[in-house]
């Protein structure tokens, strides 16, 4: 089926702007228009269809799943339900509340807000049918165990003094309950509307991503990477991670990107340490946690992740060369 | 008079859905007053998770985004 984007590349490539095949900037425009009508279509799909079918959480629901849960099941329940529930990043700090106060401890919150910003349905459906699906389920993997694994150590360093005090006097109301149109019409209409405002949440990170990912496809020479940032340098991977830290970009928007590198023969584990660092910590969502979290465990969270994602990328350079 | 309360952190989406309810009020001729509320412990009050939030005098008919519009309408005409 993704054949198709492919011939649509080649025919609006080579056909209609008649450039020629094997220059830079074929290969450049060729990357740009497969990947932008693939992405598209597939995140426009994927919502709607998740949207259509109810099958996109609500956070409200997954509190309640987690409420209760020992803390041990919290941990790695958090984290994949953090994979599949969609929020926007303005959502954050009523949710983080909102699961404390349930009395969910603060480990298996973090646990829930680590593993949100790296895993999605649409991302894993994006990985898998551009970058393979080895390398999705290898993701997967390290995005939930960096989830289960940083809330584990926040619980165990008892964390909980550093946040903000006013969090814990918050009483909260009744779970506002709001009724919802359950025919045809009603589904298709709310699954079109969600759609569209993912797109419009997005689309600027996928535009950005895939340009940056076409430039780096048709422009740098395939030795460049090998050369600098090759599996031999040890400092290739601590380096892809500081590079990625003040980068912020949407999960979709990093994988164009993560295309080229791999493409350009830079290893596995280097280039998943830099999309981590690129989706995982970023100062915008920085500025949002700060309301809630003290800058000491603002310091903890960016370091802990860090270096988490340099050990990842040193792990899976040895075990996949 | 209706009184609509925005609940949210001040996001994009927020601002959207303010601006959608007085515009819809101004075109159906209704008298309201919007007010944006971005305190959290407010927020959390009226049990809102998701942001943005809305209430309409004293009750919350919607959390999660930007509401439909015709969902605004049915509120400002009932």
Redo the contacts between chains.
Sequence with gaps: MFAYFTQLADWATYDLLVLEAGTKLADAVHFFIEDTTKIFFLLFVIVFVMAFFRSMLAPEKVRTYIEGKSRGAGYVLAAMLGAVTPFCSCSSVPLFIGFLEAGIPLGVTMAFLITSPILNQVAVVILGSIIGWQMTAIFIAVGIGLGVIGGFIIDRLHMERYVEDYVWKIRMGEIAQVEIDESLRGRSRYAWDQAVEMVQRVWLYIIVGIGVGAGLHGYVPATFFAEYAGADNPLAVPFAVLVGLPLYSNITGIIPVAEALLSKSLPVGTVIAFMLSVVAISPPEFIILRKVLKPQMLLFFATFLSIAFVLVGYLLNALLL | MKTFKVL??G????VTTAKLIEDKATALGVAVAVEKVTD??T?????????P?VVMDGK???????P?PDKVEAWLRG
């Design positions: 949210g952190s996001c994009k989406n927020c959290m412990a927020i959390m009050g009226f049990g809102i998770m998701s942001t939030g919350v008919v919607h959390a999660g985004g930007i439909q």
